[in-house]
């Protein structure tokens, strides 16, 4: 502490060391909430059924997505990036997961929300699989702290059914 | 004051200091009022060094626990961080600049005449470092 410059680097150091443990405790304070959370998907229309030229199976779906995620909101919270994904078995692989929409929730207040779209990004399978094929719909979301540990979770929706023909 | 029988010492062209202070230089007898000016000028004392270096832990833990408290409590994360912020400023101006209150237990320099009565021992270098090269040279 012998000069200003020492002390100043030592004020700057310390207080610096000082923010991590606050972050740290910051992040450590999200484990103890338990959020209650809701979602429900539903699948409007099959809009179109393909197969494409390379031989992989294509739908087209309208789905309705509305969820309430306002309890994952925490004072560490900068967002919740969340995604609906179709998930189901073929012979070749024993899990496909297909991200069919995504979405960025930026506060609380948008957290309860009710969508209604076409898939965003394409539902291709590897292969020619999906006829007449039972799937399941997940929503996922990540939890992205302003400090500390990301959370993940998600919410399984069983009973969809693609159509035997297509169409 | 103890400040200035320290600046007369360098007023009477006599130079002892072992450190490399504003106290050797001989323009150091302009003693200033302000406390600001006088916290540029000397150094702090052992004593003021050990009492800044507590009150900087004590300041900036302080800070923290209340930032994170408030924040917290509030949800607010934006609140958590100007408060520590607040805390790190008010933190470096009580304990980093030399303030008059960190030089209250100056050293005592020994006065030149009684420094000449004592003078320092005259280390031999000469027969030391030859053998220590022949050592050097042994090892290898």
Redesign the interface.
């Known amino acids: 502490?012998?000069?200003?410059g020492y002390?100043?680097n030592?004020?700057l150091t310390?207080?610096v060391t000082?923010?991590a443990?606050?972050c740290f405790?910051?992040s450590l304070?999200d484990t103890f909430t338990v959020p209650t959370t809701s979602a429900e998907v539903k699948i409007l229309n099959i809009n179109w059924f393909q197969k494409q030229a390379n031989g992989n199976d294509e739908v087209s779906l309208t789905l309705n997505v509305s969820a309430d995620l306002s309890t994952l909101f925490?004072?560490?919270t900068k967002q919740v990036f969340v995604f609906v994904a179709a998930e189901y078995e073929t012979p070749q692989n024993a899990l496909n997961q297909v991200s069919l929409w995504d979405g960025i929730i930026p506060s609380k207040e948008h957290a309860k929300f009710w969508i209604h779209t076409t898939n965003k990004y394409r539902f291709v399978d590897q292969g020619s699989n999906l006829k007449g094929k039972d799937f399941n719909l997940t929503l996922h979301w990540h939890i992205m702290p302003?400090t500390g540990k990301m959370f993940a979770d998600k919410i399984v929706m069983t009973g969809y059914r693609l159509p035997e023909e297509y169409r | 004051m103890a400040g200035r029988s320290e600046f007369s010492a360098s007023a009477r062209g006599v130079s002892n200091c072992s450190t490399q202070s504003y106290l050797c230089r001989g323009d150091s007898h302009v003693f200033p009022s302000s406390p600001v000016l006088k916290a540029r000028i000397n150094e702090m004392d052992w004593q003021g060094q050990k009492h800044a270096e507590m009150l900087m832990q004590i300041f900036l833990v302080f800070s923290a626990v209340a930032a994170f408290g408030a924040g917290y409590l509030m949800h607010d994360f934006r609140l958590m961080m100007l408060i520590y912020a607040g805390g790190v400023v008010l933190t470096a101006l009580v304990t980093v600049p030399n303030w008059p209150y960190f030089n209250r237990h100056p050293l005592k320099w020994l006065d030149p005449s009684e420094a000449e009565k004592h003078p320092k021992p005259q280390v031999s270098n000469i027969t030391s470092s030859s053998s220590s090269k022949k050592k050097a040279s042994k090892n290898k």
Request: hydrophobic share 60%; no cysteine.
């Open positions: 502490m012998h000069s200003f002390r100043a030592a004020v310390f207080g000082m923010l443990l606050m405790l910051a304070s925490t004072w560490n302003k």
